[in-house]
C-alpha cells in the first residue's frame, strides 16, 4: 500500500489558517480517493473532505466556505486548507487515500499517522 505523510500541523490562533499536506510514497495518479479526516479527543475520527480522481470534492458541512483542498498528480501530493479555524477544529488530522468508494478506502485504504492541529489563544 501506498505510505502516507502529513505535515504542515500545529498551534493556530482562532481565526487563522492551517495548510495540510500529504506526501505519497508513490503515484497518486491511479488513486480513485483522497481524503482528510480528523479525530477530536475522545471522539470518531470523521471526513473533513475528500477529492477524487477527477478533482470533483466532498466536504463536511462544518468546513463549508472555508477550506480549499487539491491534488497534485505530479508531485504526489494533496492538500487541505482550512481558513477561520475555530476551537471545535482542534483535533489530529489524518490523510487517507483508496479505491472505488469512501468507506473501502477508510476501511481497506492508506493512512497517514496524523498531524494535531490545535486552535488555541
Known amino acids: 500500500q501506498v505510505q502516507l505523510v502529513e505535515s504542515g500541523g500545529g498551534l493556530v490562533q482562532p481565526g487563522g489558517s492551517v495548510r495540510l499536506s500529504c506526501a505519497a510514497s508513490?503515484?497518486?495518479?491511479?488513486?480513485?480517493?483522497m481524503a482528510w479526516y480528523f479525530q477530536a479527543p475522545g471522539k470518531q475520527r470523521e471526513l473533513v473532505a475528500a477529492i477524487y480522481s477527477d478533482n470533483t470534492i466532498d466536504h463536511t458541512p462544518s468546513v463549508t466556505g472555508r477550506f480549499s483542498m487539491s491534488r497534485d498528480n505530479a508531485k504526489n501530493t494533496m492538500t487541505l486548507q482550512i481558513d477561520n479555524l475555530k476551537p471545535e477544529d482542534t483535533a489530529v488530522y489524518y490523510c487517507n487515500a483508496g479505491q472505488t468508494s469512501l468507506i473501502m478506502a477508510r476501511d481497506r485504504g492508506s493512512w497517514g499517522q496524523g498531524i494535531q492541529v490545535t486552535v488555541s489563544s
Open positions: 508513490e503515484s497518486i495518479s491511479s488513486i480513485y480517493i
